[in-house]
């Protein structure tokens, strides 16, 4: 199989007249764990969203340029949106368990998918991998929301991986657990990067440093008018990245100076 | 000037309280209304709280032995009918409004604009909507159907209202997450969102209902007048509604009856009481547990 | 469990039927409500341009006798409006000063647990069936108290009416004004405070001034509210219709009317049964405007704090 999942070629996002995104050019390689950093308002989140076509539910969204998958286009004219997030799940800044029990949580994907699998099976496997089985396998049927957030979040996870995507896209998932949850929850996307291909959003520079791959960096640029757009300025190895970034921007908010 | 007549300053204390007295007679005015109302009701009403009220049909020769059952069981057919009615329209036009609407699209906004309008017509005009459609033009007469499809009307706007806001109550995070997993809109919709919704919207409907069983100028105009004593036995039937028995019964003029119609109230306003606790009751089972 | 082969394309070759049955349903739902304002407008237009085929709108606008059940009947509908805008006026005489005082009451004077059991006990009364309002005033209102006060006082009279309707209405314009006022935002409050303003100079002197959009909306609504009223006049007013009015006399009013000819069982066709949807369409019109034009008003008081 081929080693390139995303090719981005100029990919621009607006929101209605506002254009959040200057055209973006790069590829997201299999089996690695890819970060996005920068300062707020940069457009990460913004990118992240527009993988899975999430920013469709946001009225006046649009997309220009190329974002492919394995080839295809995701915003062709004749692909399904809901066929997309199947493959390229997602994890939220904060645990959105569903009201519901925590089997529920995990078997609801596989139920709307139709997908033709052992509920049991695929409940207990999924929350084994991440890494929550033990914790909670003594009562499934018990409330997701009586669950810690660090576990929660787990919960999302297991759920997401549930529906057997290629991809796992984290919007800043450890935004709002406390510190050992998100060691747990680091050490599980080592883990899980050795089946899926992950992508993630971060504001925690020691955490991209720690985790990924590859990194890329964004800002916020401000144009005549004074309009800010969110711009990538540079993409590579995360070693490269930290140690000698190629631009001054790069250099100046990994050391503190700004953001 | 010591520092103390400084700060008393300009005001003038006494049309202060005064003020503040008048403000408090104004709403006491209403409030004592309600108990001298209530209060009359129950003593004028007393000699006839018995068991008979509830037995027995209503009779216009015998008032010593006259009943509410007719009335009672009309009342619960029509409220019975219209929730059925009314429901399943409003819940379902709420979450097209709310979940698949395109906002600010022109479909959506006139939509609004009509249940903003409907929400404020006189009860009547809906009486007058039912005689002209389902009594006279679709010949259902003065039927139990017709009476449940003019007051579902009436109340659709309540039930779409309470609905709406039921469903923006649902954290948008929910929908997001199921939608992240591959759900389609209506699926997120049916297991998520509108199951989350549950206690708002059962409060609409007991507030519909509420409104529907002491409604009675609609049903004078779709025909619940004349002397019904028997129960209804399906939807072409014959009714009468403790609404409508409770105006017959004031509109005569002799004593026994003006006790019959207190009675009568006392009964209405019981109804209303215990549906309204249920609504308390549901609101508060089905609050998030989880 | 592996990571499923990428055997199956995102191209969607049929669509979603389920997804668009289910959504064309939805839409009929919320086409209901535009279906229903068709059906109450036919309803009335319909019978009205008929009506209007016998009687000139002139007349029928202008003329003050309104006899319809007469062998040579009359249709002048000015005694109803007269009849109504007469009941209306003493119950918005009662409404707005008891309904606006409880309000400002509520809103700036009340402590938070007062408001708890007073603001449900002013829902309580607006809970409380039109036709049991109607029985109280024709019962005790008239009986005990106006029978002692005008001793002249008919069985059937506007007074009582008028009165009763407006406590009924009271608990709407509470609610409403209350809303507009709680809208006002705090920092108007806190600076006439500061100025070392009392409550009472603050409250007449800012937040109804600020709030005075929302409010107005909220007398308009009770006003239309009370011009729609039925069973409070049917039942203590009285089915005569007069056209120079005395609150100590009954009278008819444009509800009354339809209440009664309605349940009659008038011929379809006859020019008595179009009376009633001429009269409808009247009374339509009428509330109509105030509801749209206080919508516009809410509208614009929301506006001044966005």
Redesign the interface.
Known sequence: MEQTVFRLDDLRVWYGEYQALLGVSMTIERNQITAFIGPSGCGKSTLLRSFNRMNDLIPGARVEGLLAYHGTDIYGPDIDPIEVRRRIGMVFQKPNVFPKSIYENVAYGPRVNRMKVDLDDVVEECLTRAALWDEVKSDLRKSAYALSGGQQQRLVIARCIAVQPEVILMDEPCASLDPIATTKVEDLMRELAKDYTIVIVTHNMQQAARVSDRTAFFTAELDEAGVRHGRLVEYGATRQIFSAPAQQSTEDYISGRFG | MSVEED?V?Q?T?A??RI??W??????G???L??V??LA??TI?GAPRLDPALITNMPSLRFPERAGAQSAITGTLWVITFTALFSL???I??A???EE?????GR?QR??EL?????A??????????G???FV?ALALGQSVVAAALTLA?LV??IV?IATREALRAV?R??R????????????TTY??TL??AIPGIATGVILAV?RA?????PL??V?A?GFITFNPDGLLAGYTTL?IQ??NW??DSREEF?VL??AA?VL??VL?LAL?FTAIWIRNRTQ??? | MSVAPLTDSLVRTRPRYGEQVIKGVLVAAAAVSIATTFGIVASLVIPTVEFFREISVVDFLTGTEWTPLFADGKFGVLPLVSGTFVITGIAVAVAIPLGLGAAIYLSEYASARSRRVLKPTLEVLAGIPTVVFGFFALEFVTNVLLRRLFPGIEVFNALSAGLVMGIMIIPMVASLSEDAMAAVPAGLRDGSYALGASKRQTAVKVVIPAALSGIVAAFVLGISRAIGETMIVTIAAGLEPRLVPNPLQGMQTMTSYIAAAGAGDLPTGSIEYQSIFAVGFLLFLITLLMNIGSIRLVRRYRQAYQ
């Open positions: 700060l300053g005001g204390p049309a202060d003020f503040r008048l403000l408090f007679i104004a709403l005015i209403g409030i209304t309600l001298v109302l009359t009701v004028k399943p329209t409003g379902l036009a979450v097209y409004l698949f609407a395109r906002p600010g479909f006139i939509v009509n249940i903003q309008n409907l404020a017509v006189p009860s009547i005009v809906y009486g007058i909507l005689l002209g459609v006279r009307l659709l706007p779409i954290p995070s929910i997001e997450g199921s939608l992240a997993l591959g759900a389609t809109p209506w699926q297991r998520q199951p989350a509420s069983a002491g409604e009675a100028a004078l105009m025909g007048v609404p409770i105006f004031t509109k003006q119609a207190s109230i209405l306003l209303l309204n998030k547990r989880w």
